[in-house]
């Protein structure tokens, strides 16, 4: 499930969404109730998934990434083409 980072207009906090895609996006702040708008921040996410991993796993993880990376590229390659 993909996860959207929210930044709050009024309080200024960041916090994340995990949300089905096709789904409304959060309008209010689940602090302060405040206005906030979606952050967008893919290769953050992906990129703090993949280090907990690592810890994890070690090295063996580095040809997995690659291959994710590749295909995520391609991905993005259909997306904008
Ligand atoms: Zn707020």
Request: glycine share 8%; hydrophobic share 30%.
């Amino acid at each position: 499930m993909p996860i959207y980072e929210y930044e709050c207009e009024n309080c200024g906090k960041i916090f994340e969404v995990f949300q089905k895609i096709g789904d409304e996006p959060i309008k209010e702040c689940k602090f302060c109730g405040g206005k906030v708008h979606k952050v967008i921040s893919r290769p953050s996410v992906f990129v703090k998934g993949e280090g907990a991993k690592k810890e994890e796993e070690g090295e063996k993880k580095i040809k997995p990434l690659a291959e994710r990376l590749a295909e995520e590229k391609l991905k993005w390659l259909r997306d904008y083409s």
